[in-house]
Structure formats: C-alpha cells, structure tokens
C-alpha cells in the first residue's frame, strides 16, 4: 500500500507506485502502463524476463486525516497473468486511447475558438 498522496490524478502513474518486483525471483518488473478499468481500478501489465507477464491491479482509495483534509492511497495486487487479463487489459488500453484522441480534439478545438473570439 502507497499512501499520503495530495492528489488522485496520475497517482497510479507514480514512480513509488509503478516500481513492483517479481514475487519468484525479486527481478524489478518492466511495467506497462496502468489504464483504468472502472471507478478506481487499474490494471497494469509486469514483466520479469524469466518468469513473464503479472498482472499488476491497482485500487485508489481516499481517507481524511487529523487536520480534515482529504488524502489519497493505493493498493497494488500482483497475480498471475491469464490471456483473459491480457486481453482485457489490450481492450482497455484501446478505449482508454480513443478516449484520449477525442479529449485532445476537444481541447485544441476550444483552444481554436479562444483564439478567434
Ligand atoms: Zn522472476
């Protein structure tokens, strides 16, 4: 478990959070980008070169402290890596950069508009 992050946002993509080992040998695993599943889900693929793919399942929870405000934290789950997790995992990644094209579309759109008004 990771905790005390200030902020949600990017908080599966940060180093701390990325770095995972392999549960066999201690090797640091190659990490994929983690893409979100659903809610606070994310899934990541781990790859230690001789024992292969894991998959690496990311929850991000929130908790208040003391003083009121509100902090963030992850758990990371590692199992073994099913062709179903693969291609879930594939699936997702692909929605998840659709998703991204369309934003940036937006985003440069509106920016467009601004500079024309
Ligand atoms: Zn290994």
Do not use: W
């Not at 980008?33 to 606070?40: A, K």
């Not at 690496?56 to 405000?69: C, F």
């Not at 902090?71 to 997702?92: M, N, P």
Request: glycine share 4%.
């Amino acid at each position: 478990m990771y905790e005390n992050f200030p902020e949600k946002k990017r908080i599966v993509h940060d180093r701390r959070v990325r770095l995972s080992f392999c549960p066999y040998c201690q090797t640091r695993l190659e990490m994929t980008r983690p893409e979100r599943l659903q809610g606070d889900k994310h899934l990541a693929i781990g790859v230690c070169p001789k024992h292969g793919d894991f998959a690496v399942q990311l929850k991000v929870g929130k908790y208040t402290i003391k003083s009121g405000s509100t902090k963030f934290y992850v758990t990371k789950v590692l199992t073994h890596c099913t062709d179903e997790i693969r291609s879930l995992y594939t699936q997702k990644s692909e929605i998840n950069r659709e998703k991204e094209r369309k934003y940036l579309e937006f985003r440069r759109a509106e920016l467009e508009k601004d500079r024309q008004k």
